[in-house]
């Protein structure tokens, strides 16, 4: 089955402790992005990558890491997480070319206290 | 900053209704344009895009693009309460660069 997944789903964390959102997608896409979801906010992207060791910032990219090492995985990285970035976290990828079939991961729910 | 702005509503519509949704953009520039549905707690999921002015319609969803205007619509004919969700609408500047900016979304509510 085609599919994005993020791992946790859920994480409650303190201040300062990293932490590491992995994402990874069987599809072969050449493109992968992360999004944070915050309420009235929409979506924001906060870093994407068009291919292996490709990788850009987005709109809101401060406090955030990426490395794309192979081509199925885009985690994220925290490295010293701060309250405002409790949120819900998105990961999604496509083909380059492909960006009316962008397929979107579950969702990450991160809490920092 | 380009920006994307959306009613956040929420809109309320009857069952059997048009429910319209509006969304206006400020990169003039910009080529492709979507809207994703998202159910609480889901992820979003894309069920129009359009390139061209003009109207593209799919099933009972259109949606309406007017680059002069920098306006972007989605029309959702014969409502039904499994249209209830937040509507997003998007924009890229670029072809392929898939630098998607979203807008802050529209709730929709059908009431049966």
């Known amino acids: 089955e085609a599919q994005v997944t993020q791992n946790p789903r859920y994480l409650i964390t303190v201040t300062g402790k990293k932490l590491t959102v992995t994402c990874s997608q069987n599809?072969?896409?050449?493109?992968m992005s992360w999004y944070r979801q915050d309420p009235g906010l929409g979506l924001r992207q906060i870093y994407y990558?068009?291919?292996?060791?490709?990788?850009d910032k987005g709109d809101v990219p401060e406090g955030y890491k990426v490395s794309r090492k192979e081509k199925r995985n885009f985690p994220l990285i925290l490295e010293s997480p701060s309250p405002n970035q409790t949120s819900l976290y998105f990961c999604?990828?496509?083909?380059?070319?492909?960006?009316?079939?962008?397929?979107f991961g579950p969702g990450t729910r991160l809490t920092v206290l | 900053q380009k920006e994307v702005e959306q009613n956040s509503g929420p809109l309320s519509v009857p069952e059997g209704a048009i429910a319209s949704l509006n969304c206006t953009y400020s990169d003039r520039g910009s080529q492709s344009f979507f809207w994703y549905r998202q159910y609480s707690g889901k992820s979003p999921e894309l069920i129009m895009f359009i390139y061209s002015n003009g109207d593209k319609e799919d099933g009972r969803f259109t949606a309406q693009l007017n680059k002069a205007s920098q306006y972007v619509s989605l029309l959702i004919r014969d409502s039904q309460p499994s249209d209830s969700a937040t509507y997003l609408c998007?924009?890229?500047?670029?072809?392929?660069?898939?630098?998607?900016?979203f807008g802050q979304g529209t709730r929709l509510t059908i009431n049966p």
């Open positions: 990558s068009m291919n292996v060791e490709v990788t």
């Open positions: 998007a924009v890229n500047g670029g072809q392929g660069a898939q630098k998607l900016v």
């Open positions: 999604a990828s496509s083909f380059w070319d492909r960006e009316d079939e962008q397929f």
């Open positions: 599809m072969n896409h050449e493109y």
